[in-house]
T-cell receptor, first 117, second 116 residues
Framework: AQSVTQLDSQVPVFEEAPVELRCNYS??????LFWYVQYPNQGLQLLLK??????LVESINGFEAEFNKSQTSFHLRKPSVHISDTAEYFC???????????????FGKGTKLSVKP | NAGVTQTPKFRVLKTGQSMTLLCAQD?????MYWYRQDPGMGLRLIHY???????AKGEVPDGYNVSRLKKQNFLLGLESAAPSQTSVYFC???????????????FGEGSRLTVL
């Protein structure tokens, strides 16, 4: 069975500092990987995704994540955070739909990023 | 473009009462989902639907029922609310399951339910 582990429940950082939010997954087959962001009192929004190809994927607001198959990781990074990045971040995994089976996204428990001035 | 709309946004119930959460999407999506979000637990799938008139159980379906009578609406019902159902409920939709696994889920803003 698939699972997603987000190693840190809370990550406090100062503005303009770099940040890394860690995500590890377990799966016996190839996976698709996602990061979603949830701003306070809002629903989740897709931040970035890895489907295939380049293992480094980027979002429009400066976040990037690297798929590392050997370490089964998909860590999220940003070189310089802003106050507006304060949110909860969820890593998610799904299996490619080869056989038409009913599957869904499996979410990690989330990491709360708190950016302080 | 409203996207995914959930009603009500807040509700307080007493144990044993019943209620229905409504999810409406205006994107002509085939697939719809109900999740619950609890502190430290992430999102857990309750039920989902792959099309009008069809529903399926997710990870935590007990105590909930759903219906998808119209393509744009997905209802989540609690027949006899319990304190363990205190949570924030999120509805989501996507074009197709295949796309949902390789693409994007569109979420509503959530419904906060408290059961006393």
């Amino acid at each position: 069975a698939q699972s997603v582990t987000q190693l840190d429940s809370q990550v406090p950082v100062f503005e303009e500092a770099p940040v890394e939010l860690r995500c590890n997954y377990s799966s016996s087959v190839s996976v698709y990987l996602f990061w979603y962001v949830q701003y306070p009192n809002q629903g989740l929004q897709l931040l970035l995704k890895y489907l295939s190809g380049s293992t480094l994927v980027e979002s429009i607001n400066g976040f990037e994540a690297e798929f590392n198959k050997s370490q089964t990781s998909f860590h999220l990074r940003k070189p310089s955070v802003h106050i507006s990045d304060t949110a909860e971040y969820f890593c998610a995994v799904s299996e490619p739909d080869y056989g038409g089976s009913q599957g869904n996204l499996i979410f990690g428990k989330g990491t709360k990023l708190s950016v302080k001035p | 473009n409203a996207g995914v709309t959930q009603t009500p946004k807040f509700r307080v119930l007493k144990t044993g009462q019943s209620m229905t959460l409504l999810c409406a999407q205006d994107m002509n999506h085939e697939y719809m989902y109900w999740y619950r979000q609890d502190p430290g637990m992430g999102l857990r799938l309750i039920h989902y639907s792959v099309g009008e008139g069809t529903t399926a159980k997710g990870e935590v379906p007990d105590g909930y029922n759903v219906s998808r009578l119209k393509k744009q609406n997905f209802l989540l019902g609690l027949e006899s609310a319990a304190p363990s159902q205190t949570s924030v409920y999120f509805c989501a939709s996507s074009y197709r399951l295949r796309l949902a696994r390789t693409g994007e889920l569109f979420f509503g803003e959530g419904s906060r339910l408290t059961v006393l």
